[in-house]
């Protein structure tokens, strides 16, 4: 049987994804507030967890049930072009969720249960017939919760044991939230195609501009309840670091609003990093005070 190499391999489970869950991980280890010394086995444990496992199945399952219209669209994808040859993206994904369930298991119940989860979510997104990545409010949601909350919660869990502080869980579940509007802004690379294959994403739905503005109010909603939130917390330093990074992200949303189609690259590269590095400074002010 051939094999594929593992130079396709690691083509198939794209590395440059992983960074979103790893760094939410990252995320929850800071909000967990607890000393980091003793607990770097189970840290780089989780880190592995949330991206060359988890993320990197789940890229694997979208591959292997997207390798008919990739064959079409593009067709140089390791599954298309022969490089992971016959069934091989399909045992791929199986044994990384398999390797994922029992390395969660190892870190104790509430990390399998998130795993499991997040596990659960990337099968209904890419396999029929749920296929959640066919509905933009469906999809979007399953991916934001998988990339962002997940992971965050699992970062906390690691670390406690137990189940996370319920500030951590609401702020993991804000920027979640957020997240959506990130995922709204992915799709405008693939407008065409997905009108053309009836996949029913928000700019397909919607229309681009009216998803472009949707976008950008579900990016900012949860930022501005995470702003009140830590005031309230009294953690004024971190409200108003959180507050700068989100004012900088108005001033590049205007060209987005603008032209979104042809300024959505250049949005993730430039306001979603203000976006994380907001999550990492919400997380500093749970940190700070032993959430």
């Known amino acids: 049987m051939q094999r594929p190499t593992p130079a396709a391999v690691l083509e198939l489970l794209k590395p440059i994804t992983w960074f979103a869950p790893m760094w939410a991980f990252a995320c929850g280890v800071v909000s967990s507030g607890l000393p980091a010394s003793e607990r770097w086995p189970v840290i780089l444990a989780g880190i592995v967890l949330a991206g060359p496992l988890v993320c990197a199945t789940s890229q694997a399952i979208n591959d292997w049930f ?90 906390a869990a690691v670390m406690a044991a137990v189940m996370p502080d319920w500030r951590i869980i609401l702020l993991a579940f804000l920027y979640s939230f957020g997240a959506h509007g990130i995922m709204t802004t992915n799709d405008f690379k693939a407008v065409e195609g997905d009108r053309k294959l009836g996949v029913h994403s928000l700019p397909v739905m919607l229309g681009e501009d009216t998803a472009a503005r949707l976008a950008c109010v579900v990016m900012a909603l949860p930022q501005v309840v995470v702003i009140a939130l830590l005031a309230h917390w009294d953690r004024p330093v971190h409200a108003v670091i959180v507050a700068v990074l989100l004012a900088a992200q108005f001033v590049l949303m205007v060209p987005l609003l603008k032209d979104p189609k042809g300024k959505a690259a250049w949005y993730n590269a430039t306001g979603t990093t203000l976006y994380v590095l907001g999550m990492l400074t919400a997380a500093f002010a749970l940190g700070s005070g032993g959430a």
């Not at 298991?105 to 997104?125: F, R």
């Not at 017939?129 to 509905?135: G, I, Y």
Request: proline share 8%.
């Open 66 to 155: 997207d390798r008919h219209v990739d064959a079409i669209n593009e067709p140089n994808r390791p599954i298309p072009s022969g490089r992971i040859p016959g069934r091989w993206g399909l045992y791929i994904a199986m044994i990384g969720t398999a390797l994922s369930l029992a390395v969660a298991a190892t870190l104790g119940s509430w990390v399998l249960g998130a795993a499991v989860v997040g596990l659960a979510l990337a099968w209904l997104y890419s396999a029929p017939p749920v296929r959640l990545k066919q509905n933009g409010w469906l999809g979007n949601s399953a991916v934001a919760l998988s990339y962002e909350g997940l992971p965050w919660f699992t970062g």
